[in-house]
């Protein structure tokens, strides 16, 4: 008879990784198992809307006070929050990038696209194997925004795990219909992140599409928190080509767009580059352009051709 086994295989192939990577820790191991086998709770608590998160979370704080976990302020040697856990902002294009590849790439230390000290790679093992979630934070709010089904999951051995451990929330999409999802998402006007976590392997892993009101990460780089990285460019208007509508002033995420004396104003300190006000603009008054004070953008066809 064949042996029944309480571990999946999803979850021993991704035991199996950790245990390759140096440095990658049996806590670490756990921190990735718990983050991906009960990500709905482990948000909620984060973004405070579970009942026991005031309570997790002091406990949080006071290991991070005794150097047992990461802190919220940056002290030597010890990683912050945004250093285990962020997201690199990639308008529509570079996102369709990152889910269209058909083979096996790595790249590692990625300083000036991924400016965080830990989780900053991009090893895609069978990157066509793409699975849709329900996004954790939506799923946390009283009232989403919709659909709910807007998370890729790519490459292994995350895909699978997913998969195998969400079947009522998760399911298999080709990279045309990951594409599909992206730009529905950019005409709701929400923004493409591709998220890095150091419990995922300390490596890229999903591709998010989110809202300032439902998301966990764009509310703590409100209030504070740099778990977001800008795509490298900036917003540019031209004044000649402007009418002063508004559109776009409604439809930014990060609030770094006015209207001033008729003509949209672009705050510099906000804009994160995302370029959904871009896609808003009818008249052609906005524009994406390189910043190099931002760092690098994320157009992983170019970083590929660079490895060539």
Same mark, same amino acid.
């Given at each position: ?41 482990? %948000?909620?608590?984060?973004?405070? $809307? ?10 949080? /704080?006071? =290991? &991070? @006070? ?114 599909? %999802?992206?730009?529905?998402?950019? $005409? ?10 150091? /419990?995922? =392997? &300390? @490596? ?10 439902c998301c966990g990460a764009m509310q703590a780089h ?30 930014c995420q990060f609030g770094a767009l006015a209207l ?9 300190a906000r804009c994160m580059g995302c370029g959904v ?32």
């Amino acid at each position: 008879m064949r042996k029944l086994s309480l571990i999946r295989p999803s979850t021993r192939a991704f035991w199996r990784e950790g245990q390759r990577i140096p440095g990658y820790s049996l806590f670490d191991r756990l921190h990735g198992y718990v983050y991906a086998r009960w990500p709905y709770l482990y %948000i909620s608590v984060g973004t405070g $809307e579970h009942r026991l998160s005031p309570l997790i979370n002091r406990v949080v /704080a006071i =290991l &991070g @006070r005794l150097g047992l976990l990461w802190s919220e302020e940056k002290k030597p040697g010890q990683p912050t929050l945004a250093d285990t856990y962020h997201g690199k902002v990639v308008p529509l294009e570079a996102a369709a990038q990152l889910v269209t590849i058909n083979q096996d790439i790595r790249i590692t230390d990625l300083e000036r696209i991924i400016p965080y000290s830990r989780a900053r790679d991009i090893i895609m093992q069978d990157p066509q194997h793409i699975v849709v979630l329900d996004c954790p934070c939506r799923a946390a709010r009283a009232h989403p925004c919709l659909p709910l089904d807007v998370c890729l999951i790519i490459g292994e051995p995350f895909a699978s795990f997913v998969a195998e451990h969400h079947p009522r929330r998760a399911r298999w999409i080709n990279a045309q219909e990951a594409v599909d %999802i992206l730009r529905a998402e950019d $005409e709701r006007g929400h923004v493409h992140h591709a998220f890095f976590k150091d /419990a995922m =392997l &300390g @490596r890229f892993y999903a591709i998010c599409n989110c809202c300032s009101c439902c998301c966990g990460a764009m509310q703590a780089h409100q209030f504070g928190v740099p778990m977001l990285a800008s795509s490298g460019y900036l917003c540019q208007a031209d004044d000649s080509l402007c009418i002063g509508c508004g559109e776009c002033v409604e439809q930014c995420q990060f609030g770094a767009l006015a209207l001033h004396d008729g003509h949209i104003a672009v705050d510099g300190a906000r804009c994160m580059g995302c370029g959904v006000c871009v896609s808003r603009c009818v008249q052609g008054a906005l524009a994406l352009q390189l910043d190099a004070s931002r760092g690098e953008p994320l157009v992983i066809q170019e970083l590929m051709q660079n490895l060539s």
